[in-house]
C-alpha cells in the first residue's frame, strides 16, 4: 500500500496531444494537467537564439514582435516542421508539470501522431521526445486515441467511426477489434480555416487580418451552413486597410464566414465520403446503426455535424469534450492494459 502510494507520487508517465494548435498533457494518475497553445517565441540576441515563451505566453506574442523576437509554431499539419524548436517545447512542458526537480526515474511518454504521417514524420516526434527527456517513446495514432477518449468500443469487433479534426488535420478513421479498419488523413483543419477567413476578407473588404484575428471570427461567428436568416450574428473586426494603408474597422456576419470556410468544410465532408466508400460491408452496417462521432477542436464548427448528417444520411455525434478527446485517449492507452496493444514503438 505504501510502496503503491510512493509510485503513484513518483510516477511521471505522460500522455502527450502534440497537436498542431494546442499541446495536451496527461499525467499517469491524475489526469490533464496542461493545455496550453503549440507556440514557441525564439530571441536572437547577437546571434544567439534562446526560448523566451512558450504556450500561453508566446502565443500573445504571434504577429506583434519585434524582429529580434520570432513567434513560431514547431508543429505544421500535425507533424514538426521545426524539430530543435519541438523538442524545447516538449522539455519546457515537461518541466512545467513536473516542476525542475530531478526525476527518480526519467517518464514514459506516449504521443499522438495523425495516421498518415511518414516514418520520417514519426521519427522525429519521436527524437523530440527522447530528447526531451524521455526513457522510452510510444506513439499512438490519433484517430484510435480520439475513438478511446470517446469511449467508442474498438476493443470489440463492432465497425466505428471517428472524425477527429484537428489545427492541421482532420483523420477519418473506421475501427474494429484495437485495429484500424480503414484510415484517411486530410490535410485541411482548423488553420486551413483561419486562413480561408484571411483570404475571404482581403479579397471581400481589401481588409488584412492577422491569423489571430481570423481565429477569434472563426470561434465567435463559425458555422458549416448559412443562418436560417441570411445574416446570423454580426461582429466588428479590425485590420489594415489595402487602399489607404490604414488601420480601420469593418462589420462582418456569420453567412459571410460560412461561406468563406465552405471549401475546407467541403474537403472534410469528402474525407468522410471517400472512407465510407473503402469500408467493408459489414463494418458499414455497423456504422449506420453506430453513426459517426466528432473529435477535435473542428468538431466545434457550428452545424458541422448537420451537414455531414445531411450528406451521409448517417447519425453524427459530436464527443462530449472533443478539445481534450484525443489526450484522454492517449492518456488511458498509458493507463489501461487492456489498450496497451494499440502502442507503437515506431
Known amino acids: 500500500m505504501v510502496f ?7 510516477s511521471h508517465d505522460m500522455a502527450i496531444d502534440l497537436g498542431t494548435a494546442n499541446t495536451v498533457v496527461y499525467v499517469r494518475g491524475r489526469g490533464i494537467v496542461l493545455n496550453e497553445p503549440s ?5 536572437t540576441i547577437n546571434g544567439v537564439k534562446r526560448v523566451k515563451a512558450v504556450g500561453e505566453d508566446a502565443k500573445l506574442m504571434m504577429g506583434k514582435t519585434p524582429g529580434s523576437i520570432e ?3 514547431p508543429m505544421r499539419d500535425g507533424v514538426i516542421a521545426d524539430i530543435d524548436v519541438a523538442e524545447q517545447m516538449i522539455k519546457h512542458f515537461i518541466e512545467k508539470v513536473h516542476g525542475r526537480r530531478r526525476f527518480m526515474r526519467w517518464p514514459e511518454i506516449v504521443i499522438c501522431v495523425p495516421s498518415g504521417s511518414t516514418k520520417v514524420e514519426r521519427r522525429a516526434i519521436r527524437d523530440a521526445a527522447q530528447n526531451a527527456g524521455a526513457s522510452a517513446v510510444y506513439l499512438i495514432d490519433e484517430p484510435m486515441a480520439a475513438a478511446i477518449g470517446a469511449d467508442m468500443p474498438v476493443t470489440e469487433p463492432i465497425g466505428s467511426m471517428v472524425v477527429d479534426i484537428g489545427g492541421g488535420t482532420t483523420e477519418v ?18 488553420d486551413k480555416m483561419d486562413d480561408a477567413i484571411v483570404s475571404y476578407v482581403r479579397r471581400n473588404h481589401n481588409l488584412l487580418i492577422g491569423e489571430a484575428t481570423a481565429e477569434r471570427i472563426k470561434q465567435e461567428l463559425g458555422c458549416a451552413k448559412p ?3 441570411g445574416i446570423g450574428k454580426t461582429v466588428h473586426i479590425k485590420g489594415r486597410d489595402l487602399v489607404n494603408g490604414v488601420p480601420k474597422e469593418i462589420q462582418i456576419n456569420q453567412a459571410q464566414i460560412a461561406e468563406a470556410v465552405s471549401e475546407p468544410v467541403a ?3 469528402d474525407g468522410v465520403r471517400i472512407a465510407l466508400e473503402n469500408t467493408a460491408p459489414e463494418l458499414a452496417a455497423d ?6 462521432v466528432l473529435t477535435g477542436g473542428g468538431a466545434l464548427l457550428q452545424g458541422l455535424d448537420e451537414v455531414l448528417r445531411d450528406e451521409t444520411g448517417l447519425p453524427v455525434t459530436v464527443a462530449d469534450e472533443p478539445l481534450i478527446c484525443v489526450a484522454i485517449g492517449t492518456g488511458r492507452a498509458l493507463e489501461d492494459p487492456m489498450f496497451r496493444a494499440v502502442l507503437q514503438n515506431g
Request: net charge positive; aromatic share 4%.
Open 227 to 229: 443562418p436560417v436568416d
Open 39 to 43: 507556440v514557441v517565441a525564439v530571441e
Open 4 to 10: 503503491s502510494r510512493l509510485f503513484k507520487m513518483t
Open 173 to 190: 478513421a473506421v475501427l474494429s477489434l484495437r485495429g484500424l479498419a480503414y484510415t484517411t488523413s486530410v490535410r485541411v483543419g482548423g
Open 71 to 73: 513567434a513560431i509554431r
Open 287 to 292: 456504422i449506420v446503426d453506430q453513426g459517426i
Open 267 to 269: 474537403a472534410i465532408v
